[in-house]
């Protein structure tokens, strides 16, 4: 009994208190701050449809707009026809979430890779594409019609394919 007392017990507890004290290493560490994202003019420069695990991609120079993160914890998008949408934007990690103006709805934008003067998001994961259209809340169902019509002219049908994840690439011009 005196061995379990004075020389396991100590031993199993200086080893919880190590390992339990330790960072996390499958911690994803902030891929950006605030200052790399802000007053800066991003410009769409491709988007990639990924359906199943294959990749379909279209080069896009702007042609689907561009976004202005502001340092007051606003944001203007400016689409290819000239509309203009605002919100308010918050970093956490690498995550962007958006509220729009006008509107209760809110997104999250995921920072897969930041370096210099290109920015590539996330903007959607794993959307079941085998819910009926009318299941999908309205950022979902905007991700659907966006990959839909772009898979179309590739004659691809998007209703064979069970997960659509839409990655964007921006640069800064």
Same mark, same amino acid.
């Given at each position: 009994?005196?061995?379990?007392?004075?020389?396991?017990?100590?031993?199993?507890?200086?080893?919880?208190?190590?390992?339990?004290?330790?960072?996390?290493?499958?911690?994803?560490?902030?891929l950006a701050g605030q200052?790399? &994202? #802000?007053?800066?003019?991003?410009?769409?420069?491709?988007?990639?449809?990924?359906?199943?695990?294959? +990749?379909? $991609? *279209?080069? !896009?120079?702007?042609?689907?707009?561009?976004?202005?993160?502001?340092?007051?914890?606003?944001?203007?998008?400016?689409?290819?026809?000239?509309?203009?949408?605002?919100?308010?934007?918050?970093?956490?990690?690498?995550?962007?979430?958006?509220?729009?103006?006008?509107?209760?709805?809110?997104?999250?934008?995921?920072?897969?890779?930041?370096?210099?003067?290109? &920015? #590539?998001?996330?903007?959607?994961?794993?959307?079941?594409?085998?819910?009926?259209?009318?299941?999908? +809340?309205? $950022? *979902?169902? !905007?991700?659907?019609?966006?990959?839909?019509?772009?898979?179309?002219?590739?004659?691809?049908?998007?209703?064979?394919?069970?997960?659509?994840?839409?990655?964007?690439?921006?640069?800064?011009?």
């Amino acid at each position: 009994m005196s061995f379990l007392r004075y020389r396991l017990f100590p031993s199993l507890l200086f080893i919880w208190v190590m390992t339990g004290c330790s960072a996390k290493k499958d911690d994803p560490s902030p891929l950006a701050g605030q200052a790399d &994202l #802000v007053e800066k003019v991003w410009t769409s420069n491709q988007v990639d449809f990924v359906l199943d695990g294959k +990749t379909y $991609s *279209e080069k !896009t120079p702007g042609a689907t707009g561009n976004w202005l993160f502001r340092k007051d914890g606003t944001y203007r998008t400016t689409d290819e026809d000239g509309k203009t949408e605002q919100g308010t934007w918050e970093l956490s990690g690498n995550r962007i979430k958006l509220r729009y103006e006008e509107s209760t709805a809110v997104d999250y934008l995921t920072i897969t890779r930041l370096e210099d003067r290109t &920015l #590539v998001l996330n903007l959607i994961e794993n959307l079941d594409l085998t819910k009926k259209e009318e299941a999908y +809340t309205p $950022s *979902e169902l !905007t991700y659907f019609t966006m990959a839909n019509h772009y898979l179309d002219r590739l004659n691809l049908d998007i209703s064979k394919n069970r997960k659509l994840a839409i990655n964007a690439t921006l640069v800064v011009k």
